[in-house]
């Protein structure tokens, strides 16, 4: 077919069509490709593969489908996933409650699904573990009889579940980082993740075998970075593995909303982004200039008229939080805490 006598003509000819467009796909591949790099390179976001975590990303994999029960005056909430190789137990920090892990749902109509917390749980399940959240009976975790009665619960459900041969992690953030780090004095754990938490290690006798510790934080929060510093260096001088990982602030774009809140249109997600940008609470690359918290962004809305459902508020208040990255949870660094969670499964 590619006669030598004809190459040269081949590039001319009207006969030899068929061997230019072949050629000019391959050359706008490789257009596309080097365009596609060049993005990455200067796009901070492409760091952490926001565009592959989407929230929905998980729907041909896991679906939630959890069990709900009430127990010693709170509520659990878990799932189990076939032949699950290890058991996470989630807590959240001050304000949350179980049913944010898990999406509303005919089994449980109550449920909320924040952004972060939902993906941390799917990301669990697709990894076969056996997720179980409580919450905690007051605002914050308390350390008297409330922790006694969260190892009491977990200890139960773990025997009635019959999953005491597996290993036993678990997940804090925040106050439930703190909650963790003592109850991890108490429970056998292969291992427990602190978000944006140091841990209560000032205020306890830490027993010998205690488990590796991961500590997951933001170091834009100076005076808690400083603990952890502290903190894994008494744990580090008692033999005890530790290991941190850093969550920087990210920017915001017309589908960042969108890309991480189920339900909440493109429309809207690019709406919100050009009114924070508008009013001045993003820079011009997009970064958020204050904690979600601390940004008037709901004003801000209800004065643009924007329809936002009373539903996003809660979701769009946690990712603005997440973007700033001081102190929220995170679901971003999944892939990395597993991949250090299942090497310290003995
Ligand atoms: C928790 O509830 C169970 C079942 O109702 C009960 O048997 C147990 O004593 C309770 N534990 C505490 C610490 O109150």
Redesign the pocket.
Known sequence: MFNRGTKSKAWHGPQNYPVIVPVMFLVSVLVALVLLFQKDDVNPMSAYGLHEQKWNRFESLVQFNPEREF??GTDLIWQIPNSPKGVLFLAHGCSGRAVNFWDRSSKCPKCVGLPEERLLVLHALARKFAVLTISSVGRCWTFGKEK??VE??IRWWINRQKLEKLPLVALGASSGGYFVSALANDLKFSSITLMIAEGIFDQMDIRQDYPPTLFVHMPKDAHRQQKITEFMEVLRNKGIDVAEIECMELPLSPTFLSDRIPGLTQTISARLFNLFREKGFIDENGYMKRDGRATHWKEAVEDSKTTLLKDWVHPVQEELNLAFAHHEMTSLQSEEIFKWVESHMT
């Open positions: 127990r010693n006694l009665i009491d619960i």
